[in-house]
């Protein structure tokens, strides 16, 4: 008697969507969000079964956008049809056979890996649901007049985040404003960090540090250009505060450059552009170096959402998580909300989580 065989790729599919969100994200020096339009990405086998991830194109961040994404994902198709979806060695080569891409190509690697687990009769949550189930979570502030920053982190803290990582960066005397309002609106109660995105300068970065420092502030991300390495090297042996890689270190090669250097102590990992294929790469190898670590947000919806939770409960995540993006939508694909309580994210609560086709039809583009 014949053993089944293995289930094969047979298709690989795009579907863009667009959902709006509850006023706008602005981040960096001039990039801004007003809604999520983001891409779908389906994996069907030869025995039907379907693996599902979402893509989040950012074209200020990574040069993608909704249409490359689905460019890219057909370019790929032919190569990754056929191959049998247990053989992970060659759909990885397949997958990485295109260089940059990185939100089109850790979409693929997720919604495989979500094929795999049904192929198998379990669920993602089966297979990567690790030991610390329940994550602290952040909420990305993003910059705005301070009265509209302010009533956003009463409203989000209202739904129980417990944790801001506020947007700087425009505006210096204006930032520290700004958070010594967030403090004396909720004290102890609310974690605070800031995220740069590279704005700083060599010159303005070690006064900056050391004010958000002197705040309370925990950390700070990227406060210098990438393409400064020895600058960046060098604010960080000072030990002002402590600093959070995340447009640095996209890909294992970055990292393994930014390990070499020392330039950073906290690893902000981000399933929208890693997938899990690199993300648990990249979680390992900074640990093995005494690193911290995170997972972030590329303003995923909740599907996006479900698979950085499950990559948060990972032992070498000691960080808030930014998986409340969510609270910044008006509507989600999800037939059920995310909901958090006192600062933290149930993972296992979300296992009967799935998107809603009806929303799917409602929002694609």
């Not at 687990?117 to 993602?124: E, I, K, S």
């Not at 790469?281 to 972030?296: F, I």
């Not at 999800?334 to 149930?346: A, E, H, K, S």
Request: net charge negative; glycine share 8%.
């Amino acid at each position: 008697m014949s053993l089944p065989s293995t289930p094969r790729v047979a298709r690989v599919e795009g579907i863009p969507y667009r959902l709006p969100l509850r006023g706008t994200l602005a981040w960096g020096a001039h990039s801004q969000l007003s809604a999520a339009e983001h891409v779908l990405v389906r994996v069907t086998l030869d025995d039907g079964t379907v693996g599902v991830a979402e893509a989040t194109p950012r074209p200020t961040i990574y040069g993608e956008t909704p249409g490359s994404v689905l460019a890219i994902l057909r370019h790929l198709e032919p190569a990754i049809k056929g191959l049998g979806i247990d053989d992970e060695a060659r759909l990885n080569r397949a997958r990485g056979s295109v260089a940059n891409n990185h939100t089109a190509r850790g979409a693929l690697d997720m919604a495989l890996w979500d094929a795999r687990a049904r192929a198998r009769g379990q669920t993602l949550f089966d297979t990567l649901l690790g030991p610390n189930t329940r994550v602290r979570v952040s909420f990305i502030l993003g910059i705005a007049p301070p009265a509209e920053m302010l009533a956003e982190a009463e409203r989000v803290v209202g739904a129980g985040v417990r944790c801001l990582k506020v947007k700087v960066g425009r505006d210096h005397a204006r930032d520290l404003a700004l958070i010594g309002e967030l403090r004396r609106t909720f004290g102890d109660a609310v974690e605070l960090y800031a995220d740069s995105n590279e704005t700083l300068t060599k010159e303005t970065a070690p006064d900056a540090l050391t004010a958000m420092r002197d705040a309370g502030l925990t950390c700070v991300e990227e406060p210098l250009p990438v393409r400064e390495l020895k600058a960046r090297a060098e604010l960080h042996a000072r030990d002002l505060l402590p600093i959070v890689a995340d447009d640095s270190c996209f890909t294992p090669a970055d990292l393994a450059r930014e390990l070499e250097f020392d330039t950073f102590d906290i690893l902000n990992v981000k399933t929208a552009r890693n997938g899990f294929t690199d993300g648990l790469q990249m979680l390992a190898e900074a640990a093995r170096h005494g690193k911290r670590g995170m997972v972030g947000s590329q303003a995923s919806t909740g599907l996006g959402t479900l698979h950085a939770a499950l990559l948060s409960t990972r032992p070498e995540v000691t960080e808030p998580c930014e998986l409340s993006f969510v609270l910044k939508l008006e509507d989600d694909l999800l037939g059920t909300p995310i909901t958090f309580r006192d600062g933290w994210l149930d993972v296992p609560a979300l296992r009967d989580h799935a998107l809603d086709p009806a929303q799917v039809d409602r929002y694609r583009m």
